[in-house]
């Protein structure tokens, strides 16, 4: 926790060094003309003008994070089962030689988004931590908030991060928005809302996106029913933002080869919608993945 400090204060610094320029190279004053604190303080809304004046410290890979510390807590100083050293070479290594390990790890040691009480309670914990690192001054007067955005990097920056205490292999995306990791199985939607509860969510507000993907439901009022009941139990928990996908792997993978036929196949990626056929096969490789679970 105190080389994130470090790290979040620093990145601050960096960012303030930007935002001081941002007002010389690229002023908003039509915007800044809509907002009525602007034309009071006769200040473009890059200089400060606004009446809120704050700065994203944005974070990614909920799950990765949370699973990783709660898996070193576990192996290393409660189960004993290996040095924190042996855990750091296990990694570096890929987790070659150690499938057995690496199942332990995914099976047995329980998973954020899970509702299991012991990871709900260990959750809302470190993410309050989180939370309290950010609070630093902007160079527009304002405050430094934390969030976790649904930004589609989770996928890029996974391709360069290597193996996680939690299971996942290098190389592969990290964890997306507030949802548990995609290797994690979760016997209904529910599991993942539930697991919400003990979070507070107005310690980012910013943002704080759960996702779910659901298959598709051709019965339209039992589709309709599930969505309901799935938002209702949502909203009861306290959670920040929702978004669903509802599509079959068989939908998608017949969409990439005949595209022609799938013109209007709109997708939920992360944080935005799109027409499935224009994406990247990476992207397209993704969301086809996330369609088994």
Same mark, same amino acid.
């Given at each position: 926790?105190?080389?994130?400090?470090?790290?979040?204060?620093?990145?601050?610094?960096?960012?303030n060094?930007?935002?001081?320029?941002?007002?010389?190279l690229?002023?908003?004053?039509?915007?800044s003309?809509?907002?009525?604190?602007?034309?009071?303080k006769?200040?473009?809304?890059?200089?400060?003008?606004?009446?809120?004046?704050?700065?994203?410290?944005?974070?990614?890979?909920?799950?990765t994070?949370?699973?990783?510390?709660?898996?070193?807590?576990?192996l290393?100083?409660?189960?004993?089962?290996?040095?924190?050293?042996?855990l750091?070479? +296990?990694? *570096?290594?890929?987790? /070659? &030689?150690?499938?057995?390990?690496?199942?332990?790890?995914?099976? =047995?040691?329980?998973?954020? %988004?899970?509702?299991?009480? +012991?990871m *709900?309670?260990?959750? /809302? &914990?470190?993410?309050?931590?989180?939370?309290?690192?950010?609070? =630093?001054?902007?160079?527009? %007067?304002?405050?430094?908030?934390?969030?976790?955005?649904?930004?589609d990097?989770?996928?890029?920056?996974?391709?360069?991060t290597?193996?996680?205490?939690?299971?996942?292999?290098g190389?592969?995306?990290?964890?997306?928005?507030?949802?548990?990791?995609?290797?994690?199985?979760?016997?209904?939607?529910?599991?993942l809302?539930?697991?919400?509860?003990?979070i507070?969510?107005?310690?980012?507000?910013?943002?704080f996106?759960?996702e779910?993907?659901?298959?598709?439901?051709?019965?339209?009022?039992?589709?309709?029913?599930?969505?309901?009941?799935?938002?209702?139990?949502?909203?009861?928990?306290g959670?920040?933002?929702?978004?669903?996908?509802?599509?079959?792997?068989?939908?998608?993978?017949?969409?990439?080869?005949?595209?022609?036929?799938f013109?209007?196949?709109?997708v939920?990626v992360?944080?935005?919608?799109?027409?499935?056929?224009t994406?990247?096969?990476?992207?397209?490789?993704?969301?086809i993945?996330?369609?088994v679970?």
């Amino acid at each position: 926790m105190i080389f994130l400090m470090i790290f979040f204060s620093l990145k601050s610094e960096l960012k303030n060094k930007r935002e001081a320029l941002w007002c010389e190279l690229d002023p908003y004053p039509l915007y800044s003309s809509t907002f009525p604190s602007s034309l009071e303080k006769g200040k473009d809304v890059t200089e400060g003008g606004a009446k809120y004046n704050s700065t994203s410290l944005s974070m990614l890979g909920t799950a990765t994070v949370i699973d990783s510390v709660f898996s070193v807590k576990r192996l290393v100083y409660e189960e004993k089962k290996l040095t924190l050293k042996e855990l750091v070479g +296990v990694l *570096n290594n890929n987790f /070659a &030689g150690q499938e057995e390990l690496r199942q332990y790890i995914i099976n =047995q040691i329980p998973k954020h %988004g899970t509702n299991s009480e +012991v990871m *709900n309670e260990f959750s /809302a &914990g470190m993410l309050s931590d989180l939370a309290r690192m950010s609070g =630093q001054t902007n160079a527009r %007067g304002g405050l430094y908030l934390p969030a976790f955005y649904p930004h589609d990097l989770y996928r890029d920056l996974g391709f360069k991060t290597g193996s996680t205490p939690d299971g996942r292999l290098g190389g592969t995306p990290l964890s997306r928005g507030v949802s548990p990791s995609e290797f994690v199985e979760t016997a209904s939607p529910l599991d993942l809302v539930n697991s919400l509860k003990p979070i507070d969510f107005t310690e980012y507000a910013e943002s704080f996106c759960a996702e779910i993907t659901l298959p598709n439901m051709p019965d339209r009022e039992k589709a309709k029913a599930i969505l309901t009941a799935i938002m209702r139990a949502f909203l009861e928990v306290g959670g920040s933002s929702l978004q669903f996908n509802m599509v079959d792997r068989e939908m998608l993978v017949e969409a990439r080869k005949n595209p022609e036929q799938f013109k209007n196949l709109c997708v939920r990626v992360c944080g935005y919608s799109a027409v499935f056929v224009t994406l990247d096969e990476k992207v397209q490789d993704d969301l086809i993945e996330r369609a088994v679970r």
